[in-house]
């Protein structure tokens, strides 16, 4: 049981987090379950766009707190990285349909998408700091880039949840639409893009991203070190414990 749906159809996968008990929360099987689909994808030749989604009400949790403290992520072959790679290196185009909680990697993975479309109810969140840990999948520079340096040093320094106007405001996200609306819209851009000349559309995606593809490589290398490392430190675990005991966590003996 990956939690995660696919279905290719009209020359657009779907990859869907479907965990709604634990709020699409992503564990490593679901990274490993989505990032064979994106290669699938990218490797079928009927495929011309990848559409990500999650549930009405959400779209993903972020990384599974559980995973975190039992099994982390051990370098740069795990299941997260994995996903991360072929995200950040998909040739064809990835549209985003968020709603409800994105937090974690359901913000920073965003970041690596050509369309964001986000509904009202979406809330989105980097709260790494808080987790005691340190930023990932390369927002620690993409964000500042979109969004500028003081937007991304409050959205990563303080990590609380933002709206889908603020992310709109900071770049990350295309075009709010209405809940009701989210998937249809989704779709109908994904249909539009499928409609276009493939090879032109490729060549222009990679004209956009190869430019900064060494420095995205780079910057996911030097924060998985320090992720990694703080995931064993005392302060993520009193984050992380505090999260499963539902109290706040207490940094004041660190
Ligand atoms: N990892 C593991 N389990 C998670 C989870 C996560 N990231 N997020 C939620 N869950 C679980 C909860 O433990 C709860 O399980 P239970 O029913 O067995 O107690 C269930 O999902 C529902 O979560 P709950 O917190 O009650 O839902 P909510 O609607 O009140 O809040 C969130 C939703 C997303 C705001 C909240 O769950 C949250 O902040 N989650 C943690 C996010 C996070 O820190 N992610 C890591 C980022 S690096």
Redo the contacts with the bound molecule.
Sequence with gaps: MSHIRTETKDRIARIELDRA???N?ITAEMYQAMADALAAAEADPQVRVVLFHGKPDCFT??????DFLQKPPSGGDSPVFQFLRGLSTAAKPIIAAVAG?A???GTTMLLHCDFVYASPSARFQM??VS?G?VPEAASSLLLPMVAGYQRAAELLLLGKPFTAEKAFAAGIVTEIVPDADLIAHALAAAAGIAALPPSSVRMTKALMKTRYAPTVVEAMGSEGEKFRAQLASAEAKEAMTA??EKRKPDFSQF
């Design positions: 008990d634990k709020k929360a949790a972020g990384n599974d707190l559980k909680p937090v974690g990697i709260p790494f987790l840990l999260f499963f």
